[in-house]
């Protein structure tokens, strides 16, 4: 079975650029999350899907952050304008819907905002 | 807001010893993962233990919940080189829609 697939792997822009992610999850997987992690924290719940619909996005900066998921299957993350704050690994995750069912992580994005 | 708080933040055993890390909760959850972090794999699903159990094992893996205090710990026996990671606890809060909250993580390190 294909894990979660995540690109790019590494980024490093500029603050006030912008930057785009993007994560496939695994086939058939309903619920899809995004997470940012700052170095020596855990993750943070960004945004949660179910299918297309957003379920959760109560810790995502709207001001600058952006997701969507098309055709709910694959989904982008943006973020513009960056700030240095935003420097951070970002994680894809996918599970099927449902309680008590654990996430799948694909590898991350590193960002590097200078 | 980190929902969970591991115990301790690092942790250092020789080989073959035993580690145990915790983790409190503040709110009634359905159930709590741990999830295992190293460089070369990412973040993997180690356990997990629902609301109404109070210990599960996988492997040379243990964890026990006590709802009444809030709290988890994972066991992890006769450790070896290849544990050495990052251990969250994770809690899916009673009315979360199946949102995980993260803890701030047990930095295991084995000595060979």
């Known amino acids: 079975e294909a894990g979660v697939a995540q690109s790019p792997r590494y980024k490093i822009i500029e603050k006030r650029q912008s930057v785009a992610f993007w994560c496939n999850p695994i086939?058939?997987?309903?619920?899809l999350y995004w997470y940012q992690q700052i170095l020596g924290q855990g993750p943070k719940l960004l945004i949660q899907f179910q299918n297309n619909g957003v379920v959760d996005d109560s810790q995502l900066p709207k001001d600058r952050f952006s997701a969507e998921r098309l055709k709910g299957v694959d989904s982008t993350l943006k973020i513009q304008p960056a700030k240095l704050e935003d420097s951070a690994v970002y994680l894809c995750?996918?599970?099927?819907?449902?309680?008590?069912?654990?996430?799948?992580f694909g590898p991350g994005t590193r960002l590097t905002v200078t | 807001s980190q929902q969970g708080e591991e115990d301790p933040q690092a942790l250092s055993i020789q080989e073959g010893e035993n580690a145990t890390m915790n983790c409190s909760y503040k709110?009634?959850?359905?159930?709590l993962q741990w999830y295992r972090q190293n460089s070369g794999r990412g973040l993997v699903h180690l356990i997990l233990i629902r609301s109404n159990e109070r210990e599960k094992h996988s492997g040379r893996l243990r964890v026990t919940l006590d709802t009444s205090k809030k709290s988890s710990s994972l066991l992890i026996t006769a450790s070896r080189a290849a544990d050495t990671a990052s251990y969250f606890c994770?809690?899916?809060?009673?009315?979360?829609?199946?949102?995980?909250?993260f803890g701030t993580g047990t930095r295991l390190t084995i000595i060979p």
């Open positions: 086939s058939g997987h309903a619920t």
């Open positions: 709110t009634s959850i359905n159930n």
């Open positions: 995750a996918s599970s099927l819907s449902g309680q008590a069912y654990e996430q799948y």
């Open positions: 994770a809690t899916d809060a009673f009315f979360g829609n199946e949102k995980l909250t």
